[in-house]
Nanobody, 119 residues
């Protein structure tokens, strides 16, 4: 089993920065990719950025040029550096791990961390 625990959320002013961290523990060899998702009140959960097993990253258009996803294999963390934040970035941010199909597939989710950006 893999466990994900997010930290680093909080309050930021527009134009500021926040760094989210996802601590990964357990059978990490079963994971194909990691990602950060977010869900704002009344909206569907959406992908923010992902990083594959090989280190390839993908960033949503709304976050491109501002957010950077990275993985520290030594610390077993998946981080999201959020720069130039906007009020519309306000949401609960979730860490996600996609399990390899050879290990049953499916997604693992963290409990989420609240990010609030004031104008």
């Amino acid at each position: 089993q893999v466990q994900l625990v997010e930290s680093g959320g909080g309050l930021a002013q527009a134009g500021g920065s926040l760094r989210l961290a996802c601590a990964v523990s357990g059978a990490t060899y079963t994971i194909n990719a990691y990602a950060w998702y977010r869900q704002a009140p009344g909206k569907q959960r959406e992908l923010v950025a992902s990083i594959s097993r090989g280190g390839q990253t993908n960033t949503a258009e709304s976050a491109k040029g501002r957010f950077i996803i990275s993985r520290d294999n030594n610390k077993n963390t998946v981080d999201l550096q959020m720069n130039s934040v906007k009020p519309e970035d306000t949401a609960v941010y979730y860490c996600n791990a996609e399990r390899l199909s050879s290990y049953g597939g499916g997604d693992i989710w963290g409990q989420g961390t609240q990010v609030t950006v004031s104008s």
